[in-house]
């Protein structure tokens, strides 16, 4: 069972374009959701993330939107370059609990 | 920052060997270790989680035989893949935690081929 459900599975912006990813989860004990990116060969590395009792949180180029009510929150990339293609994945952890659930990924592709 | 170290980022084996992976916390104590495996264009399977100084609890389906981890200290965790097949050959990756610290730290990976 996918605890959180990420969309979509590819994406291909031009450079300067803002790609979205899309993420949404049914399970409420849920508190934290993080962003990270991840380059062919290599680990995951932690982007941005977020906790349920804001709306939206920004560090550099990267946005995070959350809607609680909906239980889906998204990932904005602001003028986005051909070094920020990678794939991305979204977490999410219960309180109290210290493993995270990641969805499928997805994999953005910025062309010059 | 907090920089986990995994070691060796490849490694070819012959089928019926076993395999050592390390995970070291470099520059925090570890409380928490996770280990994940990655197949190609999917997404991370979480295969157990270490706490320092017990046992680690493995995650259903994880032959905890075959997917032997240790973490003897608040820096380093171990995964050793004993008796390794071609159908083990993955992506290893480690990450680490500590106590209230929610960002989780990832190593670089490990190529396991078996052949």
């Known amino acids: 069972q996918q605890q959180v459900k990420q969309s979509p599975q590819s994406l291909i912006v031009q450079k300067g374009g803002i790609p979205i990813i899309n993420c949404a989860y049914e399970n409420t004990a849920f508190d934290y959701f993080p962003w990270y990116q991840q380059f062919p060969g290599k680990g995951p590395a932690l982007l941005i993330a977020i906790r349920p009792d804001v709306s939206e949180k920004k560090e550099g180029r990267f946005t995070i939107s959350f809607n609680k009510s909906a239980k889906q929150f998204s990932l904005h990339i602001m003028d986005s370059q051909p070094g920020d293609s990678a794939t991305y994945f979204c977490a999410a952890k219960r309180a109290g609990a210290n493993n995270l659930f990641f969805g499928t990924g997805t994999r953005l592709t910025v062309i010059p | 920052g907090a920089v986990v170290s995994q070691h060796p980022s490849r490694v070819i084996c012959k089928s019926g060997t076993s395999v050592k992976i390390e995970c070291r916390s470099l520059?925090?104590?570890?409380?928490?270790m996770f280990w994940y495996r990655q197949f190609p264009k999917q997404s991370l399977m979480l295969m157990a989680t270490s706490n320092e100084g017990s046992k680690a609890t493995y995650e259903q389906g994880v032959e905890k035989d075959k997917f032997l981890i240790n973490h003897a200290s608040l820096t380093l965790s171990t995964l050793t893949v004993t008796s390794a097949h071609p159908e083990d050959s993955s992506f290893y990756i480690c990450?680490?935690?500590?106590?209230?610290?929610?960002?989780?730290?990832f190593g670089s990976g490990t190529r396991l081929t078996v052949v």
């Open positions: 990450s680490a935690g500590s106590g209230g610290h929610y960002g989780y730290t």
């Open positions: 520059d925090f104590q570890a409380t928490t």
